[in-house]
């Protein structure tokens, strides 16, 4: 090989291999959402940016057994806020992260609100390990937002109940 073909090659092999070391990362600590704001820590939740949408990987306890949703809420706050005149944790998070105002649940890539994400599974000592992939998203969209986790599980629909019918607040964190 010439030395003009030798640097060709070595040029194609940093071309492949950048997107891996450019990858945009965002880790997110999440803790219990109570009336008097952030409560005890549940472990954290880390988003990595891959070719076609966002890793996520979840390393969670303290989880009541069973199905959780889980969605990126519009804004960077997890504090306590009135809901139809009752303070609620973690309200001022504000609704599903909606850049396209669908105004609609579909779950993960259902063509509604982008922060819907796919259901949380904690296991019988209320852990919820694992990785999960996200199309058409992005690390840096997220960022500055926050991270929920809901005491009930999500069905993907407005129906019979909307946003899932995931009930309350469970735990919450801001994406930095
Ligand atoms: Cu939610
Ligand atoms: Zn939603």
Request: hydrophobic letters at 35%; charged letters at 20%.
């Amino acid at each position: 090989m010439t030395g003009k073909k030798i640097a060709g090659v070595f040029f194609g092999i940093c071309l492949l291999s950048a997107p891996l070391a450019w990858a945009e990362t965002a880790t997110v600590e999440l803790h219990q959402a109570t009336l008097e704001g952030s409560g005890a820590s549940i472990g954290s939740v880390t988003f990595t940016d891959v070719s076609d949408g966002v890793e996520i990987k979840t390393s969670l306890y303290g989880l009541p057994n069973g199905q959780h949703g889980f969605h990126i809420h519009e804004n960077a706050s997890c504090e306590p806020m009135e809901k139809a005149g009752v303070m609620t944790p973690a309200q001022a998070a504000g609704g599903h992260y909606d850049p396209e105002k669908t105004g609609k649940h579909l779950g993960p890539d259902g063509g509604g609100h982008k922060g819907d994400l796919p259901r949380l599974t904690a296991n019988n000592e209320g852990r919820a390990d694992g990785v999960m992939k996200v199309k058409d998203l992005t690390v840096s969209e997220i960022k500055n937002r926050s991270l929920m986790v809901h005491i009930g599980g999500d069905n993907y629909s407005d129906h019979p109940e909307e946003l899932g019918g995931g009930d309350g607040r469970f735990a919450c964190g801001i994406i930095r």
